[in-house]
Each structure stands twice: as C-alpha cells, then as structure tokens.
C-alpha cells in the first residue's frame, strides 16, 4: 500500500490549562476558616454575646468554614 493511503491514529489535540485563581480567592478562602473557627472556638469559650453556648453561633461558624471549603474548590 503506498504511504499517501496509511491511516495515521488521531491524537487530539492538547487540554487547554486552566486559568490561575485570582489573589483574592485563597485571601476569601483562608479568611472564612479562620472567621468560622474562631466563631466557634469563642462560642464554647462563653466569649460571645447571648447565652453560654448558642447553636446560632455555631451554625454561623460552621457555614463560615464550609464557604471556605467550597472556596477552595475553587482554587487552581
């Protein structure tokens, strides 16, 4: 069979890299851990306003540390 008649395999093309995050998503991430493990570290310390230990303060702290999870997802 003459060359110009081979079949050659097809190699796609290259994935394209992702675009680096921008500086201030790691600043959010790191930002709301702190905020939320502080929040709730507070809140069995009896440092917060309101009654000895406030589930609404713990939620508050618990959503703050899943934001910075999902923000870290984010993260490239």
Do not use: H, Q
Not at 2 to 21: F, I, L, V
Not at 35 to 60: Q, S
Request: aromatic share 10%; net charge positive.
């Amino acid at each position: 069979m003459p060359e110009s008649k081979r079949r050659s395999r097809y190699t796609p093309p290259p994935a394209k890299k992702a675009p680096k995050s921008k500086p201030w998503v790691p600043a959010t991430m790191f930002a709301l851990l702190i905020c939320g493990i502080a929040v709730v570290v507070l809140n069995y310390l009896g440092l917060l306003p309101g009654d000895e230990a406030d589930n609404a303060y713990l939620v508050l702290g618990l959503i703050l540390i899943t934001s910075g999870f999902v923000f870290a997802t984010k993260l490239r």
